[in-house]
């Protein structure tokens, strides 16, 4: 029951002191006082009931004093100035653009270190309502993950930020203001202004300007990417047991996925685990008639990795079916067909873009100096040079490395450590103290390559020395990183459920969304 | 509201209490009126320091008993200045020549109790889950049958069951068994009816039963069973001593009642209460589960650490070592830490929604320690090393030294605990709608948790060494 609060609380505070004084007593007495006394502790029963007499003088003691608790507790208030709270115009406004590992974090790292300072207000614009684990995507792709479980809702993962969901449009630098579509384009734009801009606002894939491609070819980046491939793998499946035609059935059944990186890998390993289980349930269809094919620029798939790690992965894939199309580029497609570059030509009705990412295109709009991958360029601190109270952080900054040269590579777990330092900076600002440079050495990158196989490189602790791992092992690690690294704790079951779940049951084929 | 219903109230109930103990053939000799007029000053004090605040009849008995404890350590401090000799020994002398004191006002804690929450009552909205007499029975039942077996042992090991059956003429253990689970399992669905306002969680449900336990063992084998036997209670220190063991499986029982109790009405709230969408907790009730017995056992850590200090000093390490058949301090030192942990992170997952404040922790936590000093080295460390209960006066007092520890542990895994969640909640609280929820969860000010602190801890420290 909910009680109702007493006039005087002088009853409780009397009995809660009264029972406190007994384990005081035991401590003072028993304890402290022989250790002071330089006495061995008398920690008998004739021991304890020699100090009976101040056990029950504690008791009585802690009652007096628990009972007048009240009374000088009001005094105390009474003499105690009240301080007014911070006038709404002398609030500071950190704008936080964007949602993912960067944005999300530097807002939660934000929290942690302003804790109760109410004179720091901090806004969130994202396009999503919930940050995306991206590592975790393919999985959702090949239907071994439900979808929602990678992701974290942005309003319970902060609660002190006030997160604006809309798509950026426009920054006014000079006037310290930023617009934004909240979702209803009829509406026209919103404003917010700022004192602290953070541009955290990620990257795109990047099409190198063919449009054709840009047309026929599924994304990678996001949730609904994901459930869109899922989906239609799913579809064409569908439709192919109905084919009569072989090549036809051939077409449908190839999956073509541009780029050998990180992302291209594990989606072709988790597409052809999952096309692969899913035949089975379709009794016109042979595995002959399934590809999964992997076109890459360069000699050798997973450049991120050495090239011993690279050279296991791609006979470990090809032995599962994976095929792969080394030193050939995409260069055109169309609905049926993917052109290469030498020149082949591949029947296909899917194709799935991972060949490239480039920062959000409205960090183009903005006067500030750009790398050659249209990446903002910021001093070590994070901060914008010649903008005061301007940062970038993610895969839309150019951080220049200080220890190795070159700029950090745009990677997930790159921007968690910059949001980590970038906020350390924002309040290092706000209070007129010095911002820090950032600095870190990746620890290792893990890619999971298949049904419980991937590939693992990871610094030595205290050394420069990498560790390769392969295999199984390389896979409980990938599980056991990415599992920790997922935010939230309920999101952490959820998907360790759904690891337990897909070990026993055949992975779902419902179709959730018409594509074809 | 005015004061002067309540405080009538209590002016009757104390005088029925006066009137109890007048006509109990207990050796509490004197004056009718003498005692008449103790009482009803004494009942009115009770209602003027209760004030205004709302009272079921559990929570009543609790505030009465922990005033009960007060009473009986002023006469005895009153009476130990008055009286002619001196030091440690003189003041535990009085206390023993009181103990029928502390028995008796007690007892009298009922009436007054009674009386004070039902003719006292306090007019107001009644808000948190709705009270259910089916569940009070059906689960302070169930819960009374578990808590019996485990006292069983102890009766059957000390021969009480014939002792029982003389309730109704016999001599029969099997009638004394038949008895004892009929007697349990009333308790147990009494617990519920008086206590499910109060539970909050396992842990203070647990500090509930072992109070309600220790209040048991005054009302029936030191008062009821004589009297149903048909001899006069016997309300001394020495026959107390010799109740010892009862004592102790009088707690052990209270402490399974109020667990078991705790458990079903957790798992019924959760199933129908808090599971609904209006009353979810924003971070989920597993999930607070489980990062409350995270944050246990990281406390547990330093906990521990300090406990092994004291157990190292007495040498108690080899001891715990026996446990898996080892005799190394190191293994011990394991052993004990792995203990610990577990300890540490039921802690967390009892005992999260208790205290709001450090000073409740050290009160919870202090709770916390006694009861496994009870658990552990009194009654599950003789068993696991393949003996049985020894709940007698001389092995309490052999394991003084690990009172002390318990309570040192007990603590200092509170406070680490209330650290660890402080810094979780100042960020959760940010939102105002989130802290409200949580609060609604977090026992209030004005609940009888300070009374219970008081009356069990007092108790089960003191009675040890009162009685032995």
Excluded at chain 2, 379 to 396: D, K, M, R
Aim: charged residues 15%; glycine residues 10%.
């Amino acid at each position: 029951m909910d009680y109702q609060a007493p006039r005087s609380a002088w009853l409780d505070n009397a009995f809660t002191a009264a029972a406190l004084a007994i384990p005081l007593w035991a401590i003072l007495e028993l304890v402290v006082a022989p250790a002071v006394r330089d006495s061995a502790p008398a920690w008998t029963a004739a021991g304890l009931r020699a100090a009976f007499p101040a056990l029950i003088l504690w008791v009585l003691l802690g009652l007096t004093l628990g009972a007048s608790a009240n009374t000088v507790r009001r005094i105390a208030a009474r003499l105690r100035p009240v301080r007014p709270a911070a006038p709404e115009r002398d609030r500071k406004r950190v704008l936080i653009l964007g949602g993912g590992f960067a944005g999300m974090t530097t807002a939660a790292k934000l929290e942690e270190l302003l804790a109760a300072d109410r004179t720091v207000e901090i806004t969130l614009v994202s396009d999503s309502n919930a940050l995306l684990f991206t590592p975790m995507l393919a999985e959702v792709a090949g239907s071994s993950i439900e979808p929602t479980h990678i992701s974290s809702p942005l309003r319970s993962s902060l609660r002190r930020t006030r997160v604006v969901r809309g798509r950026v449009c426009e920054v006014d630098l000079e006037s310290r203001r930023v617009a934004f579509q909240p979702g209803v384009p009829a509406e026209g734009p919103s404003y917010l202004e700022y004192d602290e801009l953070i541009l955290a606002l990620g990257g795109v894939s990047n099409f190198f300007g063919q449009e054709n491609i840009k047309r026929v070819a599924l994304d990678f980046k996001s949730l609904p990417d994901a459930i869109r491939i899922r989906n239609h793998v799913i579809a064409l499946f569908e439709r192919a047991e109905g084919e009569p035609d072989p090549d036809v059935r051939r077409r449908l059944l190839t999956f073509v996925v541009a780029g050998g990186g990180f992302a291209g890998i594990e989606l072709a390993g988790a597409l052809n685990d999952f096309a692969r289980g899913i035949l089975d349930e379709y009794p016109h269809l042979a595995a002959e008639e399934l590809r999964v094919v992997v076109v890459h620029a360069r000699e050798r798939i997973l450049p991120e990795l050495s090239e011993s790690l690279a050279a296991y992965a791609l006979e470990r894939m090809s032995e599962r079916g994976v095929q792969f199309k080394l030193n050939r580029q995409v260069a055109n497609a169309t609905a049926d067909t993917v052109l290469l570059h030498p020149s082949e030509e591949i029947e296909a009705n899917t194709l799935v873009w991972t060949a490239g990412t480039a920062p959000n295109p409205l960090i183009a709009s903005l006067d500030v100096a750009r790398d050659k991958r249209g990446a903002v360029i910021v001093n070590a601190c994070m901060s914008v040079p010649g903008h005061t109270g301007l940062w970038a952080l993610g895969d839309c900054a150019a951080i220049p490395n200080l220890a190795e040269g070159g700029t950090y590579p745009p990677t997930a777990q790159h921007a968690l450590r910059e949001a980590a330092t970038l906020a350390f900076n924002i309040r290092a600002v706000l209070r007129n103290e010095m911002p820090r440079d950032f600095r870190f050495e990746a620890r290792g990158s893990l890619c999971v390559i298949g049904h419980q196989a991937a590939c693992a490189e990871v610094r030595a602790p205290l050394t420069r020395r990498k560790l390769r791992f392969s295999g199984l092992l390389a896979w409980l690690m990938w599980r056991a990183v990415y599992l920790s690294k997922l935010p939230g704790f309920e999101r952490k079951v959820r998907v360790l459920v759904d690891w337990v779940a897909e070990l026993y049951f055949p992975r779902d084929t419902v179709q959730t969304i018409e594509l074809i | 509201m005015s004061l002067r219903p309540r405080i009538g109230a209590g002016a009757i109930g104390g005088a029925l209490g006066a009137l109890l103990l007048a006509a109990l053939p207990s050796g509490l000799a004197g004056n009718v009126f003498v005692i008449l007029a103790w009482g009803t000053a004494l009942g009115a004090l009770f209602a003027i320091a209760l004030g205004n605040r709302r009272l079921e009849p559990g929570a009543a008995l609790v505030w009465g008993l922990g005033y009960a404890f007060v009473v009986w350590l002023s006469v005895c401090a009153a009476s130990a200045l008055g009286g002619p000799a001196h030091g440690s020994n003189a003041m535990l002398d009085v206390a023993r020549a009181h103990f029928a004191s502390l028995v008796g006002l007690s007892l009298a804690a009922v009436p007054l109790a009674l009386v004070v929450a039902t003719v006292g009552r306090m007019p107001g909205p009644r808000s948190g889950p709705r009270f259910s007499i089916a569940r009070a029975l059906c689960a302070g039942g169930f819960a009374g049958i578990f808590g019996g077996w485990a006292f069983g042992k102890w009766m059957e090991q000390a021969g009480f069951f014939p002792l029982i059956a003389g309730i109704v003429r016999s001599d029969s253990p099997q009638v004394g068994v038949v008895l004892h689970f009929t007697i349990a399992i009333v308790i147990g669905a009494t617990f519920g009816l008086l206590f499910q306002r109060e539970v909050r969680g396992l842990g203070s449900s647990l500090g509930w039963g072992a109070a309600y336990g220790v209040f048991w063992w005054f009302v029936g084998p030191l008062t009821m069973l004589p009297l149903l036997l048909g001899t006069r209670p016997e309300w001394t220190a020495e026959h107390a001593g010799m109740l010892f063991g009862s004592l102790i499986g009088h707690i052990i029982y209270g402490l399974i009642v109020g667990l078991l109790y705790a458990i079903v009405d957790s798992i019924w709230l959760w199933l129908f209460e808090r599971s609904d969408p209006l009353n979810r907790q924003a971070e989920g009730s597993g999930t607070v589960a489980l990062s409350s017995l995270w944050r246990g056992a990281a406390a547990s850590l330093i906990a521990g650490l300090l406990f092994s200090i004291i157990m190292a000093e007495t040498g108690a390490l080899t001891r715990v070592a026996q446990l898996v058949g080892a005799h190394s301090i190191a293994v011990g030192f394991l052993v004990h830490v792995g203990i610990s942990f577990v300890i540490g992170a039921t802690y967390g997952a009892c005992f999260h929604y208790e205290a709001a404040t450090e000073l409740e922790a050290i009160g919870w936590g202090a709770l916390y320690g006694l009861i496994w000093w009870f658990l552990g080295p009194l009654t599950l460390f003789p068993v696991l090393l393949g003996g049985s209960f020894t709940w007698t006066t001389a092995a309490a007092d052999a394991q003084v030294p690990s009172l002390i520890g318990h309570l040192i542990y007990g603590i200092a895994l509170a406070l680490t605990f209330r650290t660890l969640e402080r810094r979780h909640l100042a960020n959760l609280f940010i939102d105002e709608r989130l802290r409200r929820r949580w609060m609604r969860l977090r026992r209030p000010a004005g609940s009888p948790a300070p009374a219970l602190l008081l009356f069990f801890i007092g108790t089960g420290v003191m009675l040890p060494l009162v009685l032995g």
